[in-house]
């Protein structure tokens, strides 16, 4: 079509690459993956304990975000919608597997051997945030995560956890001393 | 793990009555209304400045774990493109004349945003946003408007740029359908600094 490269996709802002994707440009759904996609990684793995399964979660979330782009009225808002979505295929997890064992069983697996807390260890505050969110229990570490990461309100997190809210009030509750605990022992 | 564990400088005993569950709440409501005992308290100051640090290292630390996630092999990210289809976005079908009264010949919405994004593209310094066609496109002679969204390298000047996205996805239009095109609104929503084109596009999928 032209001689000169075209300016580079990957360098284009979010509302460039949400308009492109959504109208069906596949490079450009591309870019997106390539751009939100570690930060949704490692969400999931919080979320659900180990990374077992972070790989098809993301991969479903990404599915299920090119089929529903062209709902997503403000581009702008396009990580935390994201964000959003790997949250419930998260919990879809966990809520599956809540059927055939315990939760807290999945807890006692070996943390991996490699991976982003092996890195993580060059920051040492975050490397003890890490620690402790993998050393508390399940349900306490989700609502956590939900809460403070994903930024959902008590009462979402009761929804998407079928707990009541005054439960998710007691975890976040015990969360926050555990890994305030930790944190000031750290300091 | 207890519900009862102290938490040593962090108790009611500490923080002047209050707890640390209110003083979370506190903060998260952005500290209003204002509360003279927390705010003159100093020890609901030393642990909202520990809530405020633990929430700010959970951010931080996800971001960190995004940054230092081992790069994805490709066969990762194209297992999702490979998984996507389509169709979902083919959109209306637009109707092409055939000489032949037996055809019926239709190019979908979707390949025309194609034709339109290429043509806005291959002006220099212009990225191709959203498109749009306006108007029953499934009705041959109806007037068509397209709106365009693009934004335009630094050191390109809008309105001329503008002017040539028209030109090109005019004439790519013409070439390649018989809409007929009544207006071609662009709408410029970004400037971005230019770069060594080729040279980014590598180091940022490495």
């Known amino acids: ?187 | 793990m207890s519900d009862e564990i102290a938490l040593e400088g962090f108790e009611p005993a500490d923080l002047d009555g209050h707890t640390i569950d209110e003083l979370s709440d506190y903060l998260e409501a952005g500290c209003l209304p204002f509360d003279p005992s927390i705010e003159s308290s100093p020890g609901c100051q030393i642990a909202m400045a520990a809530l405020i640090r633990l929430r700010g290292v959970s951010l931080s630390l996800l971001e960190t774990e995004a940054i230092d996630e081992p790069a994805r092999d490709d066969s990762w990210v194209a297992g999702i493109l490979n998984r996507i289809g389509f169709e979902a976005q083919a959109g209306r079908s637009i109707p092409v004349s055939h000489p032949s009264a037996q055809a019926f010949l239709t190019l979908t919405e979707g390949a025309v945003r194609g034709l339109i994004r290429a043509a806005g593209d291959s002006v220099t310094g212009v990225l191709i946003g959203r498109c749009r066609l306006q108007g029953d496109v499934t009705v041959p002679g109806e007037p068509i408007t397209v709106l365009v969204d693009a934004s335009v390298f630094w050191g390109e000047s809008i309105p001329e740029a503008a002017a040539r996205v028209r030109e090109a996805i005019y004439a790519e239009l013409l070439k390649h359908t018989e809409l007929t095109i009544a207006a071609i609104d662009v709408v410029i929503h970004d400037v971005h600094l230019s770069r060594s084109l080729g040279e980014d596009a590598a180091e940022e999928i490495e």
């Open chain 1, 1 to 187: 079509m032209d001689v000169h490269s075209p300016p580079s996709l990957s360098q284009a802002d979010d509302r460039t690459i949400v308009g492109r994707a959504a109208d069906g440009d596949v490079r450009a759904f591309e870019v997106l993956v390539r751009r939100y996609g570690p930060l949704m990684r490692a969400y999931a793995t919080r979320v659900l304990g180990s990374n077992d399964e972070t790989d098809d979660v993301v991969q479903e979330s990404f599915i299920t975000a090119w089929q529903q782009l062209s709902t997503l009225t403000d581009a702008g808002v396009v990580k935390s919608w994201l964000m959003r979505i790997v949250s419930r295929k998260s919990i879809d997890r966990i809520r599956a597997r809540k059927q055939h064992v315990d939760i807290d069983d999945f807890e006692q697996e070996a943390p991996r051997a490699h991976g982003p807390e092996r890195i993580a260890e060059a920051h040492s505050r975050e490397a003890a945030l890490s620690r402790a969110l993998r050393a508390m229990p399940a349900q306490q570490r989700q609502c956590w995560v939900l809460k403070e990461i994903a930024e959902y309100s008590y009462d979402d997190i009761a929804a998407e956890l079928d707990l009541p809210t005054s439960t998710v009030r007691g975890l976040l509750a015990r969360a926050r001393k555990n890994l305030m605990r930790e944190m000031e022992e750290w300091r």
